[in-house]
Every structure is written in C-alpha cells, then in structure tokens.
C-alpha cells in the first residue's frame, strides 16, 4: 500500500511525500485506521509541524497528539500515547514551558 496515496470513505485525500505530513493531518481529521500504519512504515509520532514545509497553516506548531486532542479525538489520543507520544505535545523544547515557567507571570 502506498500511504502518499491513500483515499479513505471520509473523502480525505494524503497526496505527501512526507509520512510525518501524513500522520499530522490523519490526527487532525480524526483517522486512527491510518495512525498505526503510519508509525511502523516510519512517522515520527512526536513530529511537529513547521512552516513553509508545504504544511497547511492550521497545523504549523501542532504535533500529531495535540492536532487530535484539539479537534476532540479522544479515543485517537488514547492511541497515540499508546504508541508512544509524548504527552506534551511538542512543547517540550520551548523555553516557555521550562521547570516552573509556566506558572511564573513575566512582567
């Protein structure tokens, strides 16, 4: 199976190259069927999406678990820990989100 092209009965259409683009948007529109496919042929389920990558701007800074808690795919986050997301949703790495920072008020 191809996964850059792929059709499911929702009318959602993957035309990308890139598997983590891929598991980006099957997060947001709610596909878990894709969701493990995905992951073993090599999507990194901690991707987040970057700018002028070809990425459409509503998921630009969202990774695949926060894509689908924001939507209300409850039962697609429960997957995605399960496979191995980190829960935090690609904020590791901001310096806004250090020990502590988040509650501290910067004036």
């Excluded at 969202?62 to 399960?82: N, T, Y």
Aim: some cysteine; aromatic content about 6%.
């Amino acid at each position: 199976m191809r996964w850059n092209r792929y059709e499911t009965n929702t009318g959602f259409r993957m035309v990308h190259k890139d598997l983590n683009h891929c598991l980006l948007k099957a997060c947001f529109r709610g596909i878990g069927d894709l969701v493990p496919g995905l992951v073993d042929k090599g999507a990194d389920i901690n991707f987040v999406g970057q700018a002028k990558t070809g990425l459409s701007a509503h998921l630009v800074g969202l990774a695949p678990i926060s894509a689908a808690a924001h939507q209300g795919w409850p039962a697609l986050v429960r997957m995605l820990l399960d496979l191995g997301a980190d829960h935090r949703g690609g904020v590791a790495d901001d310096p806004r989100y250090e020990q502590g920072a988040a509650c501290r008020q910067d004036m």
